[in-house]
């Protein structure tokens, strides 16, 4: 494996932490405020493609849980993955291997439709499959319950999803790094 | 510079290795999720609290450690309560409020350079099927890049500040990306020729 992997791993990483000092935006008509990180992390599968995405986003986790205050808030350590909402940091490095996959089939014929799908399944449909049921089991409700009460993010995680897919085209055109990693 | 969240001390706590420390999380983690008695994890949230002050973290730095978690907590309480029980709902939060507290205790006594060495070391026996060295460079690079990140972004906000973007999400992100993985590709061109990863020459031995 070449050592560029390496690096782009890490420094995706970093652009991940960078974007947690971003103060969350609030949307009126939403009432949750939303994060930039989680943006990151369907750039990070977009841009880097499924292992290399997946790969950053673990990494970018494990230094949260070491300890460094990146996630948007400043928060860190361990207590952040076992409280009620632990899944979704985890569901994280599903949602960016996804987003990859999706992006690298497509690549050669790569539009809006299929960014936004790649977006949106890995960073919406991955992310709450996978922490929706944490959640339910973890605080002891129905699973309709937790399902309800995580559908307030949604707008604002479908606008994430316009901007991911706006940037991977973007990036894609200007500094491809998916198809680099073919030769 | 990244500072972490340690606070600095040299209490029993402190001087514990990161791996038992994560250990004993994980024990008793898995341990509260069997109590189903008010008192008794009562009790286990009365005994992680004095676990702060052996530590001696003090209480403003504790009642931090929950205060991200407090609203969703607040949330099952009252979810809880109305479709369960006032026990089961108030079960539910201080178990929530043990966990938080235990891991955190853990965060806050622990440096993170101890942390990174402790993966290092833990994964060392993994040699034959995981890369560790390069693990680790991984990690070290993350780490150094993550100010140099943030200067950057900074920069580029600062830049489309200037153009009435300064709140444009997708204006700021595209050039610190594409900033960063330039740069990604200069660093790796600086790996390459510092022959990382590769057999050392020995003039004298491949004679």
Redesign the interface.
């Known amino acids: 494996?070449?050592?560029?992997h390496?690096?782009?791993?890490?420094?995706?990483?970093?652009?991940t932490?960078?974007?947690g000092?971003?103060p969350p935006?609030n949307i009126a008509a939403i009432g949750v405020p939303i994060t930039?990180q989680s943006?990151a992390v369907m750039?990070a599968g977009g841009?880097l493609g499924a292992k290399r995405g997946a790969l950053s986003v673990v990494?970018?986790l494990?230094?949260v849980a070491?300890?460094?205050?990146?996630l948007s808030?400043g928060?860190?350590?361990?207590?952040?993955?076992?409280?009620?909402?632990g899944g979704f940091l985890i569901s994280w490095i599903v949602g960016a291997y996804v987003t990859g996959h999706i992006v690298e089939k497509a690549w050669n014929k790569l539009n809006v439709v299929y960014a936004f799908a790649s977006a949106a399944i890995g960073g919406i449909v991955i992310v709450y499959a996978i922490g929706i049921p944490w959640v339910a089991v973890?605080?002891?409700?129905?699973f309709n319950?937790a399902f309800v009460?995580s559908m307030a993010y949604v707008p604002g995680d479908l606008i994430k999803a316009v901007?991911a897919t706006?940037?991977i085209l973007?990036?894609k055109k200007?500094?491809p790094?998916i198809s680099k990693s073919e030769d | 510079m990244?500072s972490?969240?340690?606070i600095e001390g040299t209490t029993f706590f402190h001087r514990i290795g990161p791996g038992k420390k994560?250990l004993s999380?994980v024990l008793i983690?898995t341990g509260l999720f069997f109590i189903r008695d008010l008192t008794i994890i009562a009790g286990c949230f009365a005994v992680i609290v004095s676990l702060y002050f052996t530590a001696g973290v003090p209480a403003k730095i504790m009642l931090r450690?929950l205060r991200?978690?407090a609203i969703?907590?607040v949330?099952?309480f009252i979810?809880?309560y109305f479709?369960n029980s006032l026990e089961?709902a108030t079960l539910?939060v201080l178990r929530?409020a043990c966990?938080?507290?235990?891991?955190?205790l853990?965060?806050?006594t622990?440096?993170?350079s101890d942390?990174?060495e402790g993966?290092e070391r833990g994964l060392k026996p993994l040699h034959k099927i995981l890369?560790v060295e390069?693990v680790s460079?991984?990690?070290s690079?993350?780490?150094r890049?993550?100010p140099?990140?943030?200067a950057?972004?900074e920069e580029v906000k600062e830049a489309q500040y200037a153009r009435g973007l300064s709140?444009n999400?997708?204006a700021i992100?595209?050039p610190?990306?594409?900033r960063?993985?330039?740069?990604?590709?200069e660093?790796?061109e600086a790996?390459?020729a510092r022959s990382?990863?590769t057999e050392p020459y020995h003039p004298d031995l491949d004679k």
């Open positions: 494996m070449d050592i560029k390496s690096v782009y791993i890490a420094l995706f990483a970093a652009i932490a960078a974007l000092i971003f935006i930039a943006l750039l841009i990494l970018f494990v230094l070491v300890g460094l205050p990146l808030g928060r860190g350590g361990f207590g952040v993955f076992v409280g009620a909402s973890a605080a002891e409700i129905s319950k009460g901007i706006a940037i973007v990036v200007s500094y790094i | 990244l972490g969240l340690y994560i999380l983690g450690q991200p978690a969703l907590l949330i099952i979810v809880q479709s089961l539910i929530f966990l938080i507290l235990a891991a955190s853990i965060t806050l622990t440096r993170t942390m990174v993966i890369p390069r460079l991984t990690i690079l993350c780490i890049f993550i140099t990140i943030q950057i972004t709140t999400i997708f992100a595209v610190v990306i594409i960063t993985l330039k740069m990604a590709d660093i790796s790996i390459y990382f990863e």
